[in-house]
Every structure is written in structure tokens, then in C-alpha cells.
């Protein structure tokens, strides 16, 4: 049986016992199972918060290292990095706006994690100089102690150095390189033990959020899928499009058809890095990009340009947060969306890689990283969207990297002949 439907059965489990505890309330039976379902809970999300620093760690450095130095290439990263930030900044955007709009989880309050959040402390007193002054002593700390508390964003910086280090160094690194790409893939195996614990882990959050919770949860959480599948087809609908349009010169029309396959194995397998192959065939066969730019943005995109995955967290971070009946300021909007563009960067492309850099999103403001729970049970179906979205953000990005290269080659080599 395949481990989506493993965890779509354990999902209807989950809210069938959590309904048939709840016909033995105040009794040994309903305690005694709601500490047992505590503990699977608590392994299955500890597993995923133990491997979430090394896993942001390793996938940055090997995304980076992967890059080459030298001239062309350096206008082709520039670009790339242009690229990825604006339209991951542009689904982040959307996202928030959506989540604002539609008030997404307002009007329950559920008291889950009312331990967590009596830990909480609202920033909110941040202002945008204080901001940047903690953002600095923050993140440029001693790369042990960050590992050590986990500290992401200083982790996240550490590692871009590692991995810009690696690119300069070339051969005489390449031990270290080799051992960074073992380290991930070592990391890629692990998660997918822990996947393997998915079906229980989501099988006792859920049993125990029913049991506990008051169900209009449940019709809130459909809303927001709703909600999120919506805007993040929006992206891939309207704004990439307009923006291939406007900064690529292709029709819309013309990038469909060509990526059409791609699309639909990012949809069935949830894994950009599984449909990678078939990204760069048809950036290359059949949208025209020239190969050594196919070769280098779309591998570098597989691993850091994820707008899909952005959007779903700045939007689940808010709804989490409404459900908790917290208002976040502004500022914490900003840190979210910052977290959020962090954690689409540090998430490898396989199945669910969102959910476990969804955990540090949370955090960053202060929220549990227990209220995953809530959004685990639709996370696999929402990741089929948000990873077509994902890959079609790489090859428009291929797209519009080899017109701007092109144009300037063909620049430099009309000057060469006039020379
Ligand atoms: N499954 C997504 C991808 O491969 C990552 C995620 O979970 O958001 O692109």
C-alpha cells in the first residue's frame, strides 16, 4: 500500500477514535489513551524537529556548491537569484494577502497547545531598527551555538558561506563537497524512515486533537485547503505566466504545452527532485532553452526556488496563528514571510519536505510546533499543487535566464566583431 494511502486511512482512523473517545469522557480508558497518543505524537514530531537543522544545513550547502564560478555563469546566477527572489517575494505576498482575506481559521479557539503558549511571547514591540539590530546579532553567531539552540537563520548563513566557499575553492574542496552531498543524501534517507512513522504519528495527532478539540476545527482546516489550493493556483495560472509573458517573451500557451508532462509528474510523484529529469527535457526539447542554462538553473532551482511551498507556509503560519486567536503585527507578518522564504530554500524537494521546515515558520513567532497536527492530515494533498507550482516556477525562470544570457551574448559577441 502506498504511504499516501497509509496516511489517508490513518487520517479517517485518527477522527474515528478521537469521536469514539469522546463518548468516554472522564474515564481511565479516555486518559489512559489520550497519554499514549501524547507519546506517539510527541516521537513522531520530535523526529521531525531532530532533523530539521541538519537537513536545512546540507541542502543548502549542496545547492550552492553546486554552482560554478567564472564570468557568464556568474550574469547567469545573478539573474537566477533575481528570478527566485521575486517570485517566491511576489507568492508570499499572495499568500499573507489571501489568508487576510478569507480570514482563515478565525472564530475557534482551540486550547491544544494551551501549555506551548503559555511560553509565548509576542514580539510585538519590534520596530524596524530593532529588527534589523536583533537580525544581525542573531545571525551572525558562532555556527556551533546555532546548530546548538537551533537558530536557522543563522545556520541558513553559515551555510551559504560554506557552500559560496566551496564554489571558489573548486577542486581543492571537493572532498568537502563530496561529504556535504552524503550528508544530504544521508539526511533524505532518514526522512523517509520518519515518513514511514507518518501514518501513526498522524493517526494519534488527529485522534487526540478530536478528542480534545472542539470539531469545528475540522470544517475550518477544509476552508483553508480550499483557501491555499486556490491561491496557490492563482500563481501558476495568472502571475508566472504574466511574468514569462512580460520578461520572457513566450506565450503562456506555449510554456504549457511544452512543460505539460513535467506538470503532471510534479502533481503525482509531490517531488520536484523527482521530476527533475523531465523539467530540464522540456525546457530544453521543447520551450528552446539553450542546455547550459537548462543544466544549471533548473538543478538549482529543484533545490532552492520553491514559491508553492512559501506561499502554503506564510498562509498556514497566519491561519495557525487565527486559530490560536493571536493577532500578529506586522512585524511578525515580516518575520514569517522571512522564515517562510528560508524555509522554501531549505526544503529538499520530496514529498512533505513543507511540513518539516513548516515547524521552524511556527517558531519563528512563537507558535508550537504541536499545531502541525493540524495541518498534517491535508498536507499530502496540498503538496501535490504546491510542487507543480514549484517546478513551473523553475523552468519559467530557465525560460527567462536564457533570453537575458542570450540577448547578452549576442551583445558581446556584435562588439567583438565591431572590434
Ligand atoms: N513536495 C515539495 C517539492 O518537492 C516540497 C514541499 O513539501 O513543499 O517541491
Not at 496516511?7 to 499514549?36: K, R
Not at 511574468?243 to 503525482?268: C, D, E, H, Y
Not at 493577532?327 to 519536505?353: E, F, K, R, W, Y
Not at 515547524?359 to 503538496?383: C, F, K, N, T
Amino acid at each position: 500500500m502506498s504511504l499516501n494511502t497509509q496516511i489517508l486511512i490513518a487520517a479517517i482512523f485518527g477522527v474515528a477514535f478521537g469521536f469514539f473517545l469522546n463518548l468516554f469522557p472522564e474515564t481511565g480508558f479516555f486518559t489512559g489513551s489520550i497519554y499514549g497518543l501524547s507519546i506517539l505524537s510527541s516521537i513522531f514530531i520530535g523526529l521531525l524537529k531532530l532533523l530539521l537543522i541538519p537537513l536545512i544545513f546540507s541542502s543548502i550547502v549542496v545547492g550552492v556548491s553546486n554552482l560554478q564560478s567564472g564570468g557568464q555563469l556568474g550574469k547567469t546566477w545573478k539573474i537566477t537569484l533575481a528570478c527566485c527572489v521575486t517570485t517566491t517575494t511576489l507568492a508570499l505576498i499572495l499568500g499573507l494577502s489571501c489568508a487576510h482575506l478569507f480570514d482563515v481559521g478565525k472564530g475557534v479557539d482551540i486550547s491544544l497547545f494551551q501549555d506551548a503558549m503559555t511560553q509565548h511571547q509576542t514580539p510585538d514591540t519590534l520596530t524596524p531598527s530593532s529588527f534589523f539590530t536583533n537580525f544581525i546579532q542573531n545571525t551572525l553567531i558562532n555556527p556551533f551555538k546555532a546548530f546548538a539552540e537551533g537558530n536557522v537563520l543563522a545556520v541558513v548563513v553559515f551555510a551559504l558561506m560554506i557552500g559560496v566557499a566551496l564554489v571558489k575553492g573548486g577542486e581543492k574542496f571537493s572532498t568537502v563537497k563530496a561529504l556535504s552531498q552524503q550528508v544530504f543524501d544521508i539526511m533524505m534517507l532518514m526522512i523517509g524512515w520518519v515518513m514511514k512513522l507518518a501514518p501513526l504519528g498522524i493517526f494519534a495527532l488527529l485522534a487526540k486533537l478530536i478528542a480534545t478539540e472542539d470539531v469545528s476545527v475540522l470544517s475550518r482546516l477544509a476552508e483553508f485547503a480550499a483557501v491555499v489550493t486556490g491561491t496557490t493556483i492563482f500563481h501558476g495560472v495568472v502571475v508566472l505566466p504574466l511574468l514569462l509573458w512580460i520578461f520572457g517573451k513566450m506565450s503562456p500557451v506555449t510554456f504549457f504545452k511544452g512543460t505539460r508532462t513535467a506538470l503532471i509528474t510534479a502533481f503525482a510523484t509531490s517531488s520536484s527532485s523527482a521530476t527533475m529529469p523531465l523539467s530540464m527535457k522540456c525546457a530544453q526539447e521543447n520551450l528552446g532553452v539553450r542546455p547550459q542554462t537548462a543544466g544549471f538553473v533548473i538543478p538549482l532551482g529543484t533545490q532552492l526556488n520553491m514559491d508553492g511551498t512559501a506561499l502554503y507556509e506564510a498562509a498556514a503560519a497566519l491561519f495557525i496563528a487565527n486559530l490560536m486567536g493571536l493577532d500578529l503585527s506586522i512585524s511578525q507578518q515580516l518575520i514569517v514571510c522571512l522564515t517562510a522564504m528560508i524555509a522554501s530554500l531549505g526544503a529538499p524537494g520530496i514529498p512533505s519536505a513543507g511540513m518539516v521546515t513548516m515547524i521552524m515558520v511556527l517558531q519563528s513567532v512563537g507558535l508550537p510546533a504541536e499545531a502541525i497536527a493540524i495541518l498534517l492530515p491535508i498536507d499530502r494533498l496540498l503538496d501535490t499543487v504546491r510542487t507543480v507550482v514549484n517546478v513551473q516556477g523553475d523552468m519559467m525562470i530557465s525560460v527567462v535566464v536564457d533570453r537575458y544570457t542570450n540577448e547578452n551574448d549576442a551583445i558581446v559577441k556584435e562588439g567583438n566583431k565591431a572590434v
